[in-house]
């Protein structure tokens, strides 16, 4: 269950908005507005919580139409799960599954950032910049 101070930036993303597609679990919510796919995401994670989140969260990329999308990612209550998760959530970063991708947006907090590998930013960053 999220804390109330949790709930904020969920509650402030879907504010006045017209939800088309929503999942639900304890540590992520996702949900589609139009061509736009935001994500929040809270807790530490595990194997089996990736392997969930890359299925729902492809799940919902297949329900985006043909035209330009984004996705918007809050993460900054979300802690960072063991290395095993890494390659897990990668694949959801082939350019070949995120034709029409125009903008993808992670907010994360500080500390996370600096707990973060370069190699997790170069792997995500580098691929979009070689586009």
Known sequence: ???KNQTTAAKLMVANSHQIDMVKC????LWRENN???IYSVGLWSKSHA???CRDFIALRTSVSANPWAVISYSKNWILGSP???PILATLAKPEDNIGLVVSIRIISKNMALRLKPSFFLM???GKLNK
Do not use: A, G, N
């Open 84 to 86: 095993d998760i890494e």
């Open 26 to 29: 304890s540590r992520y919510s």
């Open 36 to 38: 736009v796919i935001f």
């Open 124 to 126: 995500h960053w580098v």
């Open 1 to 3: 269950m999220l804390k």
């Open 51 to 53: 392997e969930r989140f």
